[in-house]
């Protein structure tokens, strides 16, 4: 059984979440300048969810933009570009010490083109999620089934990201996966940047 807890602006003070966090964010939608962060949702990966409800008036979240910028902390997201541009954008702070599943997925899995979370669980942990509640309203009260969904998102990144190292491992491709890693926080200030196309190309 998940547990789920809902924290108001901020995590609690005494709240002890180990040195490797999973981590994921909901929005109004993917334009950072237009669409504000909502949630912040956090798992120890001892299936708990710890989700944090900003009061989007000040995002006044000390606790939680500590940990995000802790160095000894290890963050594990699923396609973190679009959540590290957010927490930049609007808790005013670098997110620091990243691994992304996807990242790791499109590496490790070239036997497949489909990188979804929900793609992985099924894979990895051989649980079929639904998505139902992917594009909804995370602006306002919470029903169960957001909160839900929302731990969906971050319960399951330890074990994916376990069985996709074990992946980059065996092909080969560990190093291109930490050097991809090197790069994103650069890719993100290019999309806060306005520069939204791949400047690798032609």
Not at 4 to 14: A, F, R, T, V
Not at 120 to 136: A, G, H, R, T, V
Request: aromatic share 8%; net charge neutral.
């Amino acid at each position: 059984m998940n547990k789920i807890e809902l924290h108001k602006n901020d995590l609690p003070d005494d709240l002890k979440l180990g040195n490797i966090i999973a981590i994921d964010g909901e929005f109004m939608g993917l334009n950072v300048r237009r669409d504000p962060l909502c949630l912040i949702q956090i798992s120890s990966g001892n299936s708990d969810a710890h989700i944090v409800q900003f009061d989007r008036q000040n995002y006044n979240s000390p606790n939680l933009i500590k940990i995000l910028s802790d160095e000894n902390i290890t963050k594990i997201f699923h396609y973190g570009r679009a959540d590290i541009a957010h927490i930049k954008y609007y808790l005013k702070t670098d997110t620091n010490n990243i691994l992304d599943t996807k990242i790791a997925s499109k590496l490790a899995r070239s036997y497949s083109d489909n990188h979804s979370l929900k793609n992985l669980i099924k894979e990895f942990i051989n649980i079929d999620i639904s998505k139902q509640f992917q594009s909804s309203d995370f602006g306002g009260k919470l029903t169960q089934a957001q909160l839900k969904y929302c731990a969906n998102d971050v319960i399951y990144l330890h074990k994916i990201h376990e069985e996709l190292i074990k992946i980059l491992k065996r092909e080969n491709r560990i190093k291109l996966y930490e050097d991809c890693l090197k790069f994103l926080k650069t890719r993100v200030d290019l999309d806060l940047a306005l520069f939204k196309d791949d400047i690798w190309s032609h």
